[in-house]
Structure formats: structure tokens, C-alpha cells
């Protein structure tokens, strides 16, 4: 605790901590100190002097932001001396600024503003009116689609770079030139997109005038016209909470970061600040339709809800409930996810029900459940502050979890944390890292082999823990001490002083903390991936403690929720095993249904069985497989062969084209409800727009069909949904709406006065019916298809920071899409001189499943011999190639390789994007 002193602000007594700013120490005492270049832990250089105060004894007047208290110090805020500094160096910050606020957007929303009205002053005495008015020249901002700079309004706070530097830890931008020339201005006065910048519009956000302003916002709103919302951003499983404001209009014009300091204290990402636009979009679904002759005309709700509910009924009385499939959604809310695994449960029969969680990581449940005995993070996002080492494995962070990426850096830089990155690819993450091991794809298990083979022989395991917590050490020995460094080097083509170096470094560490995403999971053996992370973390104690853990990113915003409330065919609610008597047993009692006791069948296994003619028909809420299957044209031929295929959606997806009826649905920004972020943490959705007319909340739309099928699933509102949730689900317990008005909850929340649970496993204690962790032996094993002389290359597909998931939603965001307009591959140089390709070139891609043309980046990202695709579009679909091999107990497909070729296509040649 630090020691207290006595201080006097305006002849009043105090005590504060000792370091405590006047500034703070002013806060704490009721009284205002303004300010205008100072923003907590972002900028605090004291530049504008707006809130100097006099000091007894001090020779000049100090600045309150940065100068500390100290024993017996008197301060006075409020003298004649004080006012008429503090409007002098307003004055001055108004010299060169143009008084232009009736046509500036920020109009209403300005720092400047507001203290010149504080002050009375008009127009500064200082005012240089050649300057202040003169047509703004151009910059090195103007070529980007995202951020606009007005270098006139500019007042040089260096907030922006504050933020660029502090918060957003890419230093893209600072101040040029000396003197009343300064300005500021990108390395080299660089076009900004060539620059480190990630336009996640941090600084936009820091700057208190209108100087800096987002490009899509220009023109169509001043702050006291919108109305504004919090909500959580529907992108990524980060969570971050966002305040969207709305115009008059019915349209969502601009999102801000909400400065929650335990989610991303005001942290946004490029698709958090900009990828709203989707909700607006013109091509929305706004009336349901049918099938006709081939073709989707327009019907009316009745129409389609019964026609819907009559060839469900159908096909269940013909063939039996478990010829039906049905489809939650990561990007639906929790109450959408538990009504629609209601209704294949307890409407349909069946525990055919899955969510896209099964093609990202399933993987994760099944490791972490089989290790720990929950599969999900065991750690939050405010404990990266407590971690020593961070290691990260098979995420590319920086773009996928933009905002985790920066938290990461920011602990790394500010309290010198040390980073390992273990990665195929050079990834922006990896350039940041301490220590970069570039491994083969799919040999994940034989580098966390080799890596705790080192541990255990250079004693670094924690003895304690694996004695009193753990099982299966033994064996898991015997099979590591098979990894030494020449085996694991030749594996993996890492060095064998890097695997050491990476061994001691996390094995040394007092604190360590594990992130992951598909990098890991989306594998043929990702279970063991999985299980292989876990032993990791066991055999050095690094769980049930701050700063520790391990931590599966989640890459769409409820993929936990979705999975935690049942969309899966192996449990209920709460991962409540459907093979349980005592459960199902529970289940029926509530839904007042005779249930299935039969295992389902998962997403990944849906095509196959259509074209098996074991699957009749399938039921899905806001999900686009035709995008996110691997081989998709083999895909496409089973759900084209199904009976019946209904979808809900927000746009004419891939999937709802081929569907019989389609039903136009609410966005996440239209919703009530709540979304389980990758921290288990469970937040409110508030409705930031109206929904278009003719569209409904999905579990809406499902309770109609239900209902119109014979079983009465009509709720009033998404919190009497989480209300039942909560009446059914132990960790969600005490999870209800009201709960959530001001902070979420982390589940588990058993009771409704339950604070929620920051990390699992405390003092060891797992989930397992033991309590015991388990330490697994896992074998490496190769992956399916490796490159061979027809296919030499091994190709990798994920995500890039401008789009998301299928494109369903970025791809109609004007800004994104422009940015980002087409698809590309990126090809190592060695590999391009090899192949006689050049930058940019049009090339064919080729695997055993199918080709498709695409742009070339040659880029020293992929290791030689591996290219990356991303697969956000549908024009040049990287899932027309992936490979369906499953992992025998996830079933999660194996999107992470697969061998290809690459041919140039000669004269073709395309705009590089």
C-alpha cells in the first residue's frame, strides 16, 4: 500500500496516495481540472497547459496532469493567475484553427469547442486568419477509405499519437517538422495504408477537435442528431464493448470504443469501428421467401412459417426425426442459440444440432474436456497483465483478435513481458515476439513434445503441482523423452537452439499465459493439438492462478455462448451429456418432450449424409456452410440433394440461394440478448437500430415454426429465454438480463448473487469428476495430404484483419470491402523465383478437390513451400480446395493443410489489392 500525504487544494485538506498526480488528486476531491491534450495512460505530455494551477512556493504555474503531490503541498485551481493562463494557451491552441463548427462534423462532440464556449472567446486575439481559412492541402491521410485528416483543425495535442503508440501499439504516425511547421504526419509523409496503421481509428477516438474523423461518418450526422447505444461488437469473441450511434434515419453511423477497463477500455479494431455499415446495407432480407419452380419468390410470414412446419412434419413422419439437421449460429445471441437447440431437441427429435463452432474449435471442447474438464479459456483478459511469458501458438492475433494483440504488446513493452510465437507464418505478431519459432504446419505436437522434453530434462516442471493435481505423468514422459532435438528439429524444420531458448523462457516463468485459435484446432489431429497445449500449461503449474492459463481465441463473437447453450450434438445446455439419464430426464420434465438419447451428427458431417440420403432436410439460423465447408462444391452436392433446406439469415447468403424457404432475420445490432465473449464472460445486447421492417429476432422466427408444428415455444422477450436458461444451466445460473445492465458476468455464476469467476481451476481444482487434471501421451502425427511431386506446396487458410468469416457481413461494408476487394495468395519469394511468378500475377491454384485463379502477394510471411489463402470470398473460395479429412473425435476439418500447386495464368493480370 503506498503511504499517504497531506496535501491542500484550495484551502482545503486532503491526503492521497503518495505519486498521485494534482490532476488525480483534484478528481478525487470533486474538483474539475480542465484539460485538452491529456487523456490517461494514453497521452500525458502536458502540452496544452489548460490545466496548470498555481502551487505555493512554485515558481510557475504547474501542470496538473503530470505533476505529483507531495507532503504538505497547497494548490489552488481557481485564482485570477490560474483563469487567465488557462485562457491564454486556449487562445493559443485557437490561433491557427479555422471557426468553422456549423459545418464540421464534430460539431457538438469537441473538447475545443467546449472550452471556447467555457471561456467566452469568439475568435482567438491570436487568430491568423490566412492560415486558419485556407483551402487544407493535401496529406498523406487522403488515399485510405477510413480516416480523414484536416491538418488545420489540428491543435498538435498528440493525442492521436498517443493513441496510435499507447493504445493501439503500432506508432504509425507522429510528429514532422520543428517549429510552428510541425504537424503530424506518417514516416516519409507515407500514404497511411503503407504504413504500420491497422485503422482501427484509436486516434480518431483520442482527437478532441475535428481534425481527425472517420471518412463514412462525413456529412451525414452531428453528435446531438444521433442517437447512441451500448453494445457489444458482433465481429470477433474479444467482446468489445461499443457505443453505436444511429440518425434519424434508421442508420448506424459511427461506433466508439466504451472505455471498459476489464474488456477493451476503449480499444476498437478496424471491423469494430467501421463494420456496421453491414446492418444498413440495402441487400438486407426483408420479406420471407419459397421455392417455386426453381426459383425464390416472395411469400408472407404465414406462408412460409407453414409451409416450413408442414415439410419439416413431413419428412420427420417419413423418415424419423434424426433425418433432420439443424444449425445454431456464433453469430447469433445465446437466447437464439438455446431456442433453436430447443427446437431440434424437443420439436424435431433429434440431437442432430451444431453450430460453425464445429469447424473452428470443437476441438478446443473436446481437448480442454478431456485435460481440465471444461473447454473453454481458463483465464481473462485483464490477467495478461499478470503474465510474465506469453505464448502463443497458431494465432495470428493481430488481425483475427485485433484488440487482444494489443493488450499483449502493450504488457510486453510497458512491464517487459517476453513473447514466444510459434507460427508458420512471419505474422505481425511474430515480428513483435522475443522468441519466433516458424514450424511446418500440422507438426504442432512434436514442437510442444520437443519444447517439454526440454522442461522435463532441464527440471523445470513444478513437482507440486503435478503431484497433488495432476494424472498420467508417467506415461506422458515416456512417450515425450522420445522428442529430442534432432527428432522435433527434422519434424518441424525449427532450430534446435530456438526450441531450447522457447523451453527455458516459458518453463522458467513464474507466470505463464497460453493463446491459441485455429492454428491449433483446425488440424486432423487438433484434439491432440489441443490436449498437447494442456500438458503444457499442467506439467508447470501455469493454471488456477492470475496471469496464467490457457486461453483458445474465439473468432466469432458467441462462438463460447453458442457451444456453452447447447448448439452442439453430444450435450444441453451447460455441456450436460444427452447420454446421461439423470439429464435427459431433467430436460423433458422442462420441455415437456420425450427426447433423443442418441449422440447427433455434426455440421461436418451433414454433406456426406445427404448424399448417404440419410439426412432429409435441414433447418439453419444465420449460418453460411456453402462458404465455410471444406470442399464445398463436394458439400454443395449433399445440401442440393436435401429435401428441404430453410434458412434465416440476414442477407441472401451462398447457402440460403440453394435454400427451399428463406426467412429475412434481425442483425446483432437490432437484437436484445447476449453474446459469451472468449473470456467467458456473458454480455448485454442492446438494440443500437431498428430491425428493417418484415424481419424478426431469430428466435422469433424459430418459436413460429415450433408452434406451428404443434409445440407452444413462444417467448415474450430474450431475457425470459435467459431466464429459462438459467433455470436449466448450472454455470449460468446466475446469468440473467438485469444482472448485465452495467458489467457482464463470467461464468461459472451459480447463484444470483454470485460475482462470476474470473479464472478456473483455483488452487488446482479442475472440473473433472476427480478434480484432477490430466496429463495426456500424444503421439505427432503427420497430417492427411502432404505435398508430394504433383502438389509440392502446402497450403494454409485463415482470416485477415478487413474481413470476417464467410463475407457475409464485411464484404457489404463499403469501406472494408473497398480496402480489400478480392482475394489473393501469399507465396514466399524463394518459392515465386522458383515458379517464375511475379507480384500481383493472376495464378491458378490447384488441390486434389478443385482450382481456383487469384492475385499473387510475394510476401516473406509464409516459410518457403507454404502459401496462405484467406477464405472471406466467394469469388476465389479458398474452401473449393481445403481438405474434409476430420479429426476422429472433434470432427472439426483439417483447413490448416493441404497440398497444392500453383500454375501462372500468362497475360492475366489484375489491379493489386
Known amino acids: 500500500m ?14 492521497v496516495s503518495q505519486g498521485t498526480t494534482i490532476l488525480d ?8 481540472i480542465l484539460t485538452l491534450c491529456y487523456l490517461k495512460g494514453i497521452a500525458e505530455e502536458g502540452s496544452c497547459g489548460m490545466c496548470v494551477v498555481e502551487v505555493k512556493k512554485a515558481k510557475t504555474l504547474q501542470r496538473a496532469c503530470i505533476t505529483e503531490v507531495g507532503e504538505g503541498m497547497e494548490i489552488f485551481t481557481d485564482t485570477p493567475t490560474v ?22 462534423d464534430r460539431d457538438g462532440d469537441c473538447t475545443l469547442q467546449d472550452l471556447a464556449y467555457q471561456f467566452g472567446i469568439k475568435k482567438s486575439e491570436f487568430l491568423d486568419e490566412k492560415e486558419a481559412f485556407e483551402i487544407s492541402k493535401e496529406t498523406s491521410w487522403d488515399t485510405n477509405p477510413f480516416i480523414q485528416f484536416d491538418p488545420q483543425k489540428c491543435i498538435l495535442c498528440r493525442r492521436c499519437i498517443g493513441a496510435c503508440e499507447n493504445q493501439a501499439i503500432v506508432e504509425a504516425i507522429s510528429i514532422a517538422m520543428r517549429g510552428h511547421k510541425s504537424e503530424v504526419s506518417t514516416p516519409f509523409t507515407l500514404p497511411l495504408e503503407e504504413t504500420t496503421c491497422q485503422f482501427c481509428g ?36 474479444v467482446g468489445c464493448n461499443l457505443q453505436l450511434y444511429n440518425d434519424k434515419n434508421n442508420n448506424l453511423i459511427m461506433a466508439k470504443g466504451i472505455e471498459n477497463p476489464l474488456v477493451n477500455n476503449g480499444r476498437t479494431c478496424v471491423k469494430g469501428r467501421f463494420g456496421y455499415e453491414y446492418a444498413n446495407s440495402e441487400e438486407r432480407l426483408t420479406t420471407p421467401l419459397i421455392r417455386e419452380n426453381g426459383k425464390l419468390r416472395e411469400a408472407s410470414w404465414d406462408e412460409a412459417i407453414q409451409y416450413t412446419a408442414k415439410k419439416l412434419k413431413e419428412i420427420k413422419e417419413k423418415y424419423g426425426s434424426d433425418a433432420i439437421g439443424v444449425l445454431g449460429s456464433s453469430r447469433c445471441t445465446n437466447e437464439d442459440n438455446y431456442v433453436v437447440q430447443k427446437f431440434a ?9 451444431d453450430n460453425c463452432a464445429r469447424l473452428c474449435h470443437s476441438s478446443t471442447v473436446t481437448g480442454l474436456g478431456k485435460a481440465l474438464g471444461a473447454g473453454a479459456a481458463t483465464n481473462s483478459l485483464d490477467d495478461i497483465k499478470d503474465a510474465d511469458v506469453m505464448f502463443i501458438i497458431g494465432s495470428n492475433m493481430t488481425e483475427t483478435h485485433p484488440v487482444i494483440a494489443q493488450m499483449v504488446k502493450e504488457h510486453q513493452r510497458k512491464n517487459g513481458a517476453k513473447i514466444i510465437v510459434c507460427d508458420p507464418r512471419n505474422t505481425d505478431i511474430a515480428k513483435e515476439a522475443n522468441l519466433f519459432l516458424q514450424h511446418t504446419p500440422g507438426t504442432d505436437v512434436a514442437l510442444l513434445n520437443g519444447i517439454m522434453n526440454v522442461i522435463i530434462q532441464e527440471d523445470l516442471l513444478d513437482k507440486d503441482f503435478i503431484e ?6 508417467e506415461e506422458f514422459k515416456k512417450v515425450v523423452e522420445k522428442y529430442d532435438f534432432d527428432t522435433v528439429s527434422k519434424i518441424t524444420s525449427v532450430d534446435k537452439t530456438l526450441i531450447k531458448k522457447a523451453a527455458e523462457m516459458y518453463g522458467s516463468a513464474k507466470n505463464a499465459t497460453i493463446f491459441y485459435t485455429m492454428g491449433i484446432t483446425q488440424h486432423s489431429t487438433g484434439t491432440d493439438n489441443v490436449l498437447s497445449v494442456a500438458n503444457l500449461a499442467l506439467i508447470t503449474g501455469n493454471l488456477g492462478r492470475d496471469g496464467t492459463g490457457i486461453n483458445p481465441l474465439r473468432g466469432q463473437a458467441n462462438v463460447q455462448g453458442a457451444c456453452d447453450l447447447g448448439a452442439l450434438p453430444n450435450v444441453y445446455p451447460g455441456y450436460q451429456k444427452v447420454v446421461d439419464p439423470k439429464v435427459k430426464e431433467k430436460f423433458e420434465k422442462a420441455w415437456s418432450a420425450k427426447l433423443s438419447e442418441n449422440v447427433g451428427i455434426p455440421v461436418s458431417e451433414f454433406g456426406d449424409k445427404a ?14 456452410p456453402m462458404m465455410t465447408e471444406p470442399d464445398i462444391t463436394h458439400a454443395k452436392k449433399g445440401f442440393e440433394k436435401l429435401e428441404f433446406l430453410a434458412v434465416q439469415d440476414i442477407f441472401l447468403s451462398e447457402t440460403a440461394e440453394i435454400a427451399d424457404v428463406v426467412f429475412p432475420a434481425a442483425s446483432a445490432y437490432e437484437k436484445s440478448g447476449t453474446f459469451t465473449s472468449t473470456e467467458r464472460r456473458v454480455q448485454l445486447l442492446r438494440p443500437a437500430k431498428r430491425k428493417p421492417e418484415n424481419t424478426k429476432c431469430d428466435w422469433e422466427i424459430i418459436g413460429e415454426v415450433a408452434t406451428a408444428m404443434g409445440y407452444n415455444m413462444q417467448f415474450k422477450s430474450s431475457a425470459e429465454i435467459a431466464d429459462e436458461i438459467a433455470s436449466l444451466t448450472p454455470s449460468y445460473a446466475g446469468i440473467h438480463h438485469y444482472r448485465l445492465e452495467k458489467q457482464g458476468l463470467q461464468w461459472p455464476c451459480i447463484s444470483d448473487d454470485h460475482p462470476g469467476t474470473k479464472f478456473l481451476h483455483k488452487d488446482g481444482h479442475f472440473k473433472r469428476a476427480n478434480g484432477k487434471g490430466l496429463i495426456s501421451p500424444v503421439e505427432y502425427k503427420p497430417a492427411k495430404e502432404l505435398p508430394d511431386k504433383e502438389y509440392p506446396l502446402i497450403l494454409t487458410t485463415g482470416r485477415i484483419l478487413f474481413h470476417y468469416h464467410s463475407g457475409n457481413e464485411s464484404r457489404r461494408v463499403k469501406v472494408l470491402d473497398a480496402f480489400v476487394p478480392r482475394n489473393y495468395v501469399e507465396v514466399n519469394p524463394i518459392d515465386a523465383e522458383k515458379l517464375n511468378i511475379k507480384d500481383n500475377e493472376m ?18 510471411r509464409p516459410k518457403q513451400g507454404l502459401v496462405f489463402i484467406s477464405f472471406h470470398f466467394k469469388e476465389a473460395a479458398a474452401n473449393v480446395l481445403t481438405n474434409p479429412a476430420l479429426d476422429p473425435v472433434a470432427k472439426i476439418p483439417e483447413y490448416k493443410v493441404c497440398a497444392c500447386k500453383i500454375e501462372k495464368i500468362q497475360n492475366i493480370r489484375r489491379k493489386k489489392v
Open 2 to 15: 503506498k503511504k499517504l500525504v497531506s496535501i491542500k487544494i484550495n484551502e482545503k485538506d486532503y491526503q
Open 25 to 32: 488528486a483534484c478528481k478525487q476531491a470533486g474538483i474539475e
Open 83 to 104: 483563469i487567465d493562463a488557462r485562457r491564454m494557451n486556449l487562445e493559443l491552441a485557437l490561433a491557427h484553427h479555422p471557426l468553422d463548427c456549423m459545418t464540421c
Open 202 to 237: 484509436e486516434c480518431v477516438q483520442a482527437c478532441p477537435v475535428g481534425a481527425l474523423i472517420e471518412k463514412p461518418r462525413v456529412g451525414k450526422g452531428k453528435i446531438f442528431n444521433l442517437t447512441p447505444t451500448d453494445t457489444v461488437c458482433a465481429y470477433c469473441g
Open 345 to 353: 431437441r424437443a420439436v424435431i427429435g433429434t440431437n442432430n444440432v
Open 468 to 473: 497433488a493435481h495432476t494424472e498420467g505423468f
Open 611 to 624: 448424399l448417404e440420403g440419410k439426412m432429409k432436410a435441414v433447418y439453419i439460423m444465420g449460418e453460411n
Open 843 to 860: 495464378v491458378k491454384i490447384s488441390t486434389r478437390r478443385g482450382s481456383i485463379k487469384v492475385n499473387t502477394r510475394i510476401s516473406d
